[in-house]
């Protein structure tokens, strides 16, 4: 199982970016997928999750209101929209993959996934 994360970039302070995430010959279908940052010097965070139950989705409170995670109706791919993008939202951004039904407590927690895909890189400037 290989995911494969896109869209990052340099963006101004206030600007937005679209993450995908598409899994390398398979369909996303069935999986929790779930969005990570990684910022230099800080450990890697959890920045939202989509359910494999229901598409029921979760998100830090850092990104809430600014960020919308969702499947495209062929469930190939997950998107991450990120808006009103600041200076401290700067980090590699990865997707993960879990056959787990993900809910509030386990949703942002890196270790309940299993696969990982390469990161991609935002950088916000001020």
């Known amino acids: 199982v290989q995911l494969q994360a896109s869209g990052g970039g340099l963006v101004q302070t206030g600007g937005s970016l679209r993450l995908s995430c598409a899994g390398s010959?398979?369909?996303?279908?069935?999986?929790?997928i779930g969005w990570f940052r990684q910022a230099p010097g800080k450990e890697r965070e959890g920045v939202s999750c989509i359910s494999s139950s229901d598409d029921r989705v979760y998100y830090a409170e850092s990104v809430k209101g600014r960020f919308t995670m969702s499947r495209d109706n062929a469930k190939t791919t997950v998107n991450l929209q990120m808006n009103s993008l600041k200076p401290e939202d700067t980090a590699v951004y990865y997707c993960?993959?879990?056959?787990?039904?993900?809910?509030?407590?386990?949703?942002?927690?890196?270790?309940?996934?299993?696969?990982w895909g390469q990161g991609t890189l935002v950088t916000v400037s001020s």
């Open positions: 993960a993959g879990s056959w787990r039904t993900l809910i509030t407590s386990t949703a942002l927690i890196p270790s309940m996934y299993e696969y």
């Open positions: 010959g398979f369909s996303l279908d069935g999986y929790s």
